[in-house]
């Protein structure tokens, strides 16, 4: 089946953040294949090619996005299965939060701590997505990816180069999926219970209204939104972006915030931060 390809698709409705422009083309295709023509097609044209995960992570230009935008929203790319050498196929188009719903469902243990990051598997493995003390490459045996020139892959984890909110192998390649390890197998309920505990303590210390997360890296051995914090930024506003008064390390979208007030409020965060601590935070959101 070829894949659809749509000009001018909004964005904002597909990021948590809910700010930005159209695509320039957008598609959603439907297996390897039509990924491949589609890679092939965009590099006669000579567009470049983005991967919008679960937008989470992301802050979309109020001009939009001169190329083409490929999601792997399609159910091709959703697929959780378990395998008799004891691991998991997660397609990239996964959600994290379903991941950790199957996972518990078939009583696998380690995936835990994923539950309440706004992700898909794709872009988890994309930037290392992390929480309550893990990261997804914790999980992970190998990583199935595509070049731009449309060449399929199979790495080991230890073939890779993975960091904090990093994964170089995927900057310049598309992840279709990976090999999970779990843990151990233990009692629904036990598992339930661990997630209980991450959920209660993620409500009481993160924000609910729309934001792309974390927006700076924690500097080594420090917490970004402790500096931002005791810099005196919690509820500083651009227009309708906002510091959290919650947690300093998000910026909230209290209604109609623009790319722009965001983009002007994480320089002048990133400035105080500089001038108060004499730190240079890193963002974790692509820009
Ligand atoms: N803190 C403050 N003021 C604030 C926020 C935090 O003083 O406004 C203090 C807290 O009291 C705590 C310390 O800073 O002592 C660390 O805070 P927290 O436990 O909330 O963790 P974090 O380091 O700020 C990290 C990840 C989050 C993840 C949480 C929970 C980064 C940049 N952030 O936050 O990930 O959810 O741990 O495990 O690594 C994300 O990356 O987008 C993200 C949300």
């Known amino acids: 089946a070829a894949t659809r390809l749509v000009e001018r698709e909004s964005l904002a409705n597909k990021t948590t953040m809910r700010v930005g422009g159209p695509a320039r083309v957008y598609a959603e295709p439907a297996g390897a294949e039509d990924l491949q023509v589609l890679l092939r097609e965009m590099h006669r044209r000579a567009l470049p090619v983005h991967l919008l995960g679960r937008g989470s992570n992301l802050i979309i230009p109020d001009e939009g996005v001169d190329g083409l935008v490929i999601s792997l929203g399609h159910e091709h790319w959703q697929k959780f299965e378990p395998h008799a050498d004891g691991r998991i196929w997660a397609g990239a188009g996964l959600r994290l939060k379903n991941l950790c719903g199957l996972a518990i469902k078939a009583g696998f243990q380690g995936f835990e701590f994923l539950e309440g990051i706004p992700g898909s598997v794709g872009g988890a493995l994309r930037m290392n997505a992390g929480a309550m003390g893990g990261w997804m490459f914790d999980v992970v045996d190998e990583v199935q990816l595509m070049t ?8 080991k984890k230890a073939e890779m180069h993975v960091d904090y909110r990093h994964c170089a192998e995927l900057h310049e390649a598309i992840a279709l999926g990976a090999w999970l390890k779990p843990a151990a197998s233990a009692q629904s309920d036990d598992i339930r219970r661990q997630i209980d505990v991450y959920q209660k303590k993620r409500v009481e210390s993160q924000p609910r209204e729309p ?6 890296k924690n500097p080594p051995g420090n917490s970004a939104g402790r500096l931002i914090d005791e810099s005196g930024l919690k509820g500083e506003r651009v227009g ?13 979208n209290r209604g109609h915030a623009t790319s722009a007030d965001i983009i002007a409020l994480v320089k002048k965060v990133r400035a105080r931060v500089k001038a108060a601590k004499g730190v240079d935070l890193e963002p974790e959101v692509l820009l």
């Open 240 to 252: 309708d972006a906002e510091v959290s008064t919650v947690h300093a390390n998000f910026i909230v």
């Open 211 to 216: 934001s792309a997360g974390c927006i700076f």
């Open 148 to 155: 731009l020139q449309g060449e399929i892959r199979t790495m």
